[in-house]
C-alpha cells in the first residue's frame, strides 16, 4: 500500500502532478485509507485532489472524497458547492442544482455560488430565475464585473440583445480593461441588426485581439448584411489566413464572389468548403448551382451524385441533376432521374411536368398523357398544364380527344387565347382551314395585341408550311 500519510504531507504535493496521479492510479485503496484516518490527514490535500479531480474531469472520483468531506462536516457550504460543481459536470442539473441550495443555505451571500447557480439555470433555460439570481448577487456585490457580465450572457441565451447590452454596458464602467466586451457588444447589435455599430465594436475588439477569427468572420457577415461584398471579402480572408479551414469564412467568400458575379471565383471557395465539409449536403447544392449557372452541367452533376450518395432519399437532388442531363440533350438519363425522383415526392406538380416534358420529347406520349393526369390531380385548375395535355393529344395525332377537351376548356375559360390557337392548330390538321382561321379570329378577340404580332402573310405560310409537314 502506498505510504499516503507521507504523500499527503509532503510539501510539494499540492503542486506536483505525479502524487494526485498516484492517488488517482490507486483510488479505491485511497479512499479506504481515507475514511479510516481522514481526521489525521492534511485537509489542504484532500481539497487540492478535489479540485484536480474536477479540473480532470474525473467526477465522480471528485464526488467520492467530497461525499467524506460532507460526512466529516455536514454544516460547511463548500462541500455542498463542490458536489454541485460535479454533479453538473455530469449533467446531472437538477441535483446540482440542490447542492448549490444546501450551499446557499449555509451561506446565502456567497456570490461565487450564487454565480454559478444562475449560470447553471441559465444552460438548463431557465433565464427568468437565472436573472432573478444574478439579481440577488448584484445586491451583495453591486461593483462585481463578473455578475453583470455573466448576467449579459444569460440575456443574450434569451434572445434580449438590448438588455444585454445595457449590462456589458456595466461591466465596462467597473472593469474597462475586460476586452472581450467589446465582442460581446458587437454580437448582440449585430443580432439587433445595427450592423454599423456591430462593425465598430468588432474593430474596436479587434484592434486588441487580432487572431480572433470567429469575430473576423461575424465582421465580414456585418458588411455583407449591408451588401458591402469587398469589404466582406477582405474580413473573411484575414479569418481564413487564421484558420484556413473554417467552414463558415469559407462559405460567406463564396456567397460574396457569387453575389458580385464572379462564379469561377465563387466556385473556387466552395470546393475548398466542400474538402472541409464533405458530408454537408447544402454545400453541395450550392456548388452545383454555380456550375450550372455558368454551363457545366457535367461538372453539376458530379455534385449531385454526391448529393445522391449522402442522401439518396433526396428527391430535389435527382430532379435537379435530370434537369442537367435534360440541358445536355441526355433526355433517357433525365427521364431516369425525374422518375426517381416523384417516386419520393409524388405531390410535386414540377416534377410532374418535367418528367412529362421529356416523355413528350422522346415520343412517349401515353406516359406523357399518364404523367400530365398526375399533375392534372394535383392542380386541377391549372389551364397551362390542361394545355399541355391537349398539345400531347395532338402530338399523338388524337385529335378528336383534343378538339372535344378544347370545346370543354373554351366553355369554361372563354377568356383564353391560347386555347384558341391551339384549337386552331387542331383544325388545321384536321384539313378544316376556315374553321381554324376563326379561331385564330377569336383569339386576337381575346388579346387583341396577338394580332399586332402576327404577320399574316408569312404567318399562314408558316402555318400551310406544318400543315404539309405534318
Known sequence: MEDYFNLLS??????????KRKVASNFDEFVAFLKNNFTSVNQGAIEGLIDFFLDEEQYEKAIKLIDILIESNPFSPEPYYLKGIALEGLSKNEEAIQYYDKALSFNPGDVEIL?????????????????????????????????????GLCYVDSGEYEKAIETYKVVLELDSERT?????????????????????????????????????????????ERSKFLK?????????????????????????YFNLGRYYKAIEYFEKLIKVENKEVYYYYELAELYTLIGQYHKAIVNYDSIIRISPESWRSFYLRGNCYYNLGLFNKALNDYKSAVVLKKDSVDLWLSKADTER???????????????????????????????????????????????????????????YYTKAKVYFLLKEIEKGIEMVYKGFEVNPEDSFEFDFNKDWQKVIDFLINY
Open 10 to 19: 509532503s510539501e510539494d504535493f499540492l503542486e506536483s502532478e505525479e502524487g
Open 232 to 256: 466582406a471579402i477582405d474580413a473573411f480572408e484575414i479569418c481564413l489566413s487564421i484558420k484556413e479551414d473554417f467552414s463558415h469564412a469559407l462559405y460567406f467568400c463564396g456567397y460574396c
Open 361 to 419: 420529347i422522346l415520343k412517349k406520349y401515353v406516359e406523357a398523357l399518364d404523367s400530365l393526369r398526375k399533375a392534372l390531380s394535383i392542380d386541377p385548375d391549372n389551364f397551362s398544364i390542361w394545355l399541355d395535355y391537349v398539345d400531347t393529344l395532338i402530338e399523338n395525332k388524337e385529335l378528336k380527344k383534343a378538339l372535344v377537351l378544347l370545346d370543354s376548356m373554351q366553355f369554361v375559360k372563354p377568356d383564353m387565347a391560347r386555347i
Open 115 to 151: 454565480i454559478d447557480k444562475a449560470i447553471l439555470l441559465d444552460k438548463i433555460g431557465d433565464y427568468e430565475n437565472a436573472v432573478n439570481i444574478f439579481q440577488q448577487a448584484i445586491e451583495i456585490e453591486p461593483d462585481n464585473p463578473e455578475i453583470y457580465y455573466n448576467l
Open 180 to 224: 472581450e466586451v467589446y465582442n460581446d457588444l458587437a454580437y448582440c447589435y449585430f443580432n439587433i441588426e445595427e450592423y454599423e455599430t456591430s462593425e465598430y465594436y468588432y474593430k474596436k475588439y479587434l484592434d486588441i485581439n487580432p487572431y480572433n477569427y470567429h469575430s473576423w468572420c461575424y465582421l465580414g457577415n456585418s458588411y455583407l
